[in-house]
């Protein structure tokens, strides 16, 4: 049985939505599959391919009781064969870790005959994302499952977002790897340090994702772009960016981008730059400078690759 889920990318409300702030994030047409089958004996068998990594759901790294808790919450009783094959980077603020955890739940419910909704995949992928990130809000998991453009907020139903126009998007890597635990725990002491500042940019992080869906839905990519940029501030604030994401930022806006900041968990990982249209300018100004990117299109239907092919299987 094969399953498929799709990367993200934040575009409004990282860090904040793990405190129940709203977040607006898309799929991207980058993804993970995986490919399960049933097996003679126990132990089950996880493989990562391209990294020569194969663990049991009996040992002791993270990524075997990531494995083992997967198991358990698509209620498995009977061993399996699991691989896994991604075209995202790891540790780049992309969701790879996520979409492992969906694609695998995505085959294993299938192997099993059942058929749970997408919002229920992403729930059972949770208890991946729980071992790597433990405070994970959820909205990596959830945009890996649905693609297209979701507005999230813990707890809540996901809402799909209807976008009016096409999003061109450069996404470049700074070559720094994010932990997004690491970030994660780094803004909870910086709020025990200092709660009524980390509240203060939180209040004005939610300003700009609710004038950021307006902006989406009246298709202002100038305001868009601005939002971007301020969110960008917001976080370097927090002491989330990096000078890679601090220069990356900078060259996308003077090759034309009409906003950047960094998606995820920042301290490394990727940023993402709006363009008006065709995002190669920034590309190759990235590329001018060492750093390597990809362009993604979040096209208006709100249709990630991952998506159309599931639903047309
Ligand atoms: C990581 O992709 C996004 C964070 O907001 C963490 C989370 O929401 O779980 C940094």
Redesign the pocket.
Known sequence: MKGQACG?V?LF??????YGIP?IAVGINHGTQAWVEKKEQFPSQFTIMGSDQTVTDQQDSLISQAFHRILEAVAIDFPVQARVQTELPPAA?L?CSATMAVALVDALVQLKQEHPSRQEIAQMAGAW?DVF?G??????ACVAAHGGAIWFQRGATPVPMHLRTSLHLAIGESGVASS?KR??ESLARLRERKPEMVKNSFEAIESLVRNARVALESSDLNTLGKLLDLNQMLLAGLFLSSKEIETLCGLARDAGALGAKL????GGGCVVALCEDNPQPVLDAWQAAGFSGFSTVVASNAATRIARERSAS
């Open positions: 993200k934040i409300g990282e860090h904040a939505v793990v977040a603020g969701g994302e990130h405070t994970a809000s959820g909205i990596d997004t970030m994660v998606t995820g968990a920042g």
